[in-house]
């Protein structure tokens, strides 16, 4: 069976989260990340607040009716970047507006398919922003696909006090874009 995608706005993606929440575990769970209990009762609460942002889009990936992956993004005004910024991306990133690719998560085993890129295809197409930034731990396997896809290191963040530094990446939207989409 195919894998379907939909694209949902704040109030429907909040609707489903008793589908998101067990999907974001099961990846988060998985090293290098190994997040507990807490740490995804804490996303719960930062997905409540970014649905609401107004860039916020969600897409969802579905096999046989089960969600089995998902992205999202949220909108970056001008002049703003990640909080916990410990080297800060070029001062062109930041006074741009830029469109924040908060979460892409894939269940393993549909992971290799082109399904990722495909949901980060669809979180990023006909965004108005010309930069899109996402944060990615240094030892994910993720980041390795991201800079094969043309992210480039722009910093490194540690957005949480408990959370190690991630690496701040950026694509020019106007041009990766295009090539992502032809690839």
């Known amino acids: 069976?195919?894998?379907?995608?939909?694209?949902?706005?704040?109030?429907?993606?909040?609707?489903?989260?008793?589908?998101?929440?067990?999907?974001?575990?099961?990846?988060?769970a998985e090293p290098p990340y190994r997040q507990t209990e807490a740490d995804v009762e804490e996303f719960g609460s930062r997905f409540d607040q970014q649905s609401h942002n107004d860039g916020f889009r969600f897409i969802s990936a579905r096999k046989d009716g089960t969600l089995i992956g998902f992205s999202y993004t949220i909108a970056l005004l001008p002049g703003r970047w990640w909080r916990g910024a410990q080297?800060?991306?070029?001062?062109?990133?930041?006074?741009?507006p830029k469109v924040a690719l908060v979460e892409l998560i894939l269940q393993a085993p549909h992971r290799g398919q082109g399904i990722g890129k495909r949901l980060m295809v669809e979180a990023l197409s006909d965004r108005e922003e010309p930069i899109a930034t996402l944060l990615a731990h240094s030892d994910a396997p993720a980041i390795h696909m991201y800079r094969h896809w043309g992210w480039q290191p722009a910093g490194t963040v540690q957005s949480q006090p408990h959370w190690p530094a991630n690496d701040a990446l950026v694509l020019d939207l106007r041009v990766g874009l295009p090539a992502l989409m032809d690839s």
Not at 4 to 20: V, W
Not at 90 to 96: F, S, T
């Open 1 to 28: 069976m195919s894998v379907e995608f939909a694209r949902l706005n704040g109030p429907s993606a909040r609707d489903i989260f008793s589908d998101i929440r067990p999907v974001y575990a099961e990846v988060y």
């Open 87 to 96: 080297v800060e991306p070029p001062a062109e990133v930041v006074n741009a």
